[in-house]
């Protein structure tokens, strides 16, 4: 539980968002949206452009009638309920008014909740004014007043047609108008305790909305507490699936706050870099939504997560016929994914990328792995891996003995990571994408006895790639002649794991990084510092590698750049403050603390690969791969419990030596 006060005047501060994975959107310290950023509904998006911008669907803002501005306030997110509270004061007639305000969106249904509590009015009271005012674009409307709630019938000419229905009502009995586009419950209020609630539903999934908010109205009219209890059920469900116990407070709060930030970020598709229109459009990127789903799968949450290659496999089609002609299957993913599977990026040359398809197969084969879901990886898993290598196989390995590549097997011009420009040939990071996908192909194979010809020749290529991978001599570069940096060089070992941890180029090529890290420590040429999924980046690398004073460090970078509400910026460093509540990073910092603590990987279990000895306590229930969960429990540097829930995998158990068992 984290809380931040307007006192601290923090230039980073950015209101915390509530959501459920359909619903999202940010209170600010007076418990109101905002109208520049509102209410977001995941795949409602405008008609006006291929990049498909996320349709707003309104703003709420409760006002009492008295001539004050706010003065003092508060704002607590508890990510553990998934509720937010402000405790706002303004001065009146020479005293205090204060409100309090809960709000949430239902964990389980589109249903917002705000519930005021008023103290310090006037006796006569005060009067008041909820306002939900709903953006006209696209979107047509006609208002019902009846029952002491506003219904809203409305069209949706967006991307997709809709028609669907929102209500505006409270627990007492307020007066209803409607004033254009604003819907305003409004009338007297003295001391006491206040709700009001809004409901979403539409036919995007062949329901009828009007029977939906049937429902929806139903659970309203049960009360505050009912919905209260049901919600925080929900989440203590989720936080039940796996759970971490660190003997540091604040990257504690960390740790939840990127949980409850995944779970209100993915979607029924997938996990977009965030549900807002300020990020991307709130668009599907294979890459980014990788890293997030790794985070779902270490922590447990695997039916979430299994909605990621879900969608990559519900997507497959399309991505194969956008490369293929004839009876060739090779597939090529959107950079920037619609719920449709089309591409949404605005042109550029991001559109080059190719190392995102490393990440849809990787996304596909790692819930196999985590799982053992032997049927998964036959009917969805396998058809991604097998068109996405097919794709690089025939498309981007260039293979030439006779001096035209001076006997080398390299991939051929791309954009690597953007920073370096377009036109890459022999990038290092994409090329060890291009290696993790044949990888993944061949373990694959062998699992369902589909060995072929492709796949044998994937293995050569795999190995040849390895072999002619990018370097000066000493250590592996970025490209062939490139004379800036890349945190691309942790690559080989994070996310793709394709080289030994004793590779000697792999660990100079990371010291030379970090050695210049102050110039190209951001995704953009801009700042001094080190944006938190870079530093989260390094510290996997260092705990794969068994570093875990290295692996702390670069942790603590990153724990340094949240936000008020421990929440993970793209970028958060003095006059560069770039999308705040970014999923990427939260996703990669649930994966690099659950990896300080346990790895299963290459035959091996290890315990605390990347904990410090300085931490002394901790405790976890984590999975590991094949389908079994760990719970392990060290206290002051001994092993109080070790206990397999499930199948005990069979790997070697390696302890660090400070560990006493």
């Not at 937010?84 to 005293?95: F, L, M, N, R």
């Not at 540091?248 to 997938?270: G, V």
């Not at 695997?302 to 060739?328: C, D, W, Y």
């Not at 421990?566 to 970014?582: A, L």
Request: proline content about 5%; aromatic content about 12%.
């Amino acid at each position: 539980m984290t809380t931040y006060r307007s006192s601290e005047a923090r230039e980073d501060y950015a209101p915390p968002m509530a959501g459920n994975g359909e619903i999202a959107l940010f209170i600010d310290g007076e418990g109101n949206t905002r109208p520049d950023i509102g209410i977001r509904w995941a795949g409602r998006r405008k008609a006006n452009s291929h990049t498909a911008p996320l349709s707003p669907f309104g703003f709420f803002k409760f006002s009492l009638g008295c001539e004050c501005e706010c003065g003092e306030w508060s704002e607590t997110l508890d990510p553990l309920k998934g509720t937010i509270t402000c405790e706002t004061v303004y001065p009146v007639d020479g005293g205090k008014v204060k409100v309090k305000t809960v709000a949430f969106v239902h964990a389980d249904r589109n249903i917002i909740v705000i519930r005021k509590e008023l103290c310090g009015l006037p006796a006569e009271g005060l009067p008041f004014a909820f306002v939900y005012e709903l953006d006209t674009e696209r979107l047509s409307s006609t208002p019902t007043i009846a029952d002491r709630k506003i219904a809203l019938s409305y069209t949706h000419d967006g991307r997709w047609f809709s028609r669907g229905r929102i209500t505006l009502s409270a627990d007492f009995n307020a007066e209803c108008a409607v004033d254009g586009a604003k819907n305003i419950l409004s009338g007297r209020l003295t001391d006491g305790v206040y709700t009001f609630f809004i409901t979403l539903t539409d036919d995007r999934y062949g329901t009828d909305p009007e029977a939906d908010s049937a429902v929806l109205n139903g659970m309203v009219a049960e009360g505050y507490t009912a919905l209260l209890e049901s919600h925080k059920a929900a989440w203590s469900a989720y936080h039940a699936e796996g759970s971490v116990i660190l003997p540091d407070e604040k990257l504690q709060e960390i740790y939840n706050t990127a949980a409850y930030h995944l779970r209100i970020t993915t979607t029924r598709w997938s996990i977009p870099v965030n549900l807002c229109d300020t990020h991307w459009h709130g668009r599907y990127f294979a890459f980014d939504e990788y890293y997030s789903l790794r985070g779902l799968l270490t922590s447990g949450h695997m039916h979430l997560a299994r909605r990621v290659p879900e969608f990559r496999f519900k997507g497959l089609e399309h991505a194969i016929t956008r490369q293929s002609s004839k009876n060739v299957r090779e597939a090529y993913y959107p950079w920037e994914t619609l719920e449709d599977g089309t591409e949404g990026a605005p042109y550029g040359y991001w559109m080059q990328h190719i190392f995102h398809m490393a990440h849809a197969a990787r996304g596909a084969w790692e819930y196999y792995h985590y799982t053992g879901d032997l049927e998964f990886l036959r009917e969805k898993a396998y058809p991604i891996i097998t068109a996405c290598a097919e794709f690089f196989r025939r498309h981007m390995v260039y293979r030439d003995n006779s001096g035209v590549t001076g006997g080398r097997t390299i991939i051929g011009s791309c954009t690597d990571l953007e920073r370096l420009g377009s036109s890459i040939k022999n990038p290092f990071m994409t090329t060890c994408s291009v290696i993790t996908t044949f990888n993944a192909l061949t373990e694959a194979a062998a699992i369902l006895g589909e060995e072929n010809e492709m796949t044998a020749e994937c293995a050569e290529l795999a190995f040849e790639l390895k072999r002619d991978l990018p370097h000066d001599g000493e250590k592996y570069v970025p490209y062939p002649g490139c004379e800036q940096r890349s945190i691309g060089v942790f690559c080989g070992t994070f996310p793709y794991y394709v080289l030994d941890p004793s590779d000697e180029k792999q660990r100079r090529a990371a010291e030379d990084y970090c050695a210049h890290e102050h110039v190209y420590g951001n995704m953009y040429a801009m700042g001094s510092g080190v944006s938190s999924w870079y530093a989260l980046w390094k510290s996997l690398s260092y705990s794969r590698w068994q570093e875990p004073e290295l692996a702390a460090a670069a942790l603590g970078q990153a724990a340094a750049t949240a936000g008020c509400f421990s929440e993970m910026y793209e970028i958060n460093e003095p006059d560069h403050r770039i999308r705040p509540w970014f999923s990427t990073s939260s996703g990669i910092m649930l994966n690099c603390i659950n990896e300080l603590l346990v790895q299963s990987e290459h035959g091996r279990l290890l315990i605390a690969p990347g904990v410090p000895e300085s931490w002394r306590s901790f405790e976890f229930t984590l999975p590991v791969i094949g389908g079994s969960k760990l719970h392990c429990k060290v206290s002051d540097g001994r092993l109080k419990a070790f206990e397999f829930i499930g199948a005990a995998p069979e790997l070697e158990i390696v302890f660090p030596e400070w560990i006493k068992r």
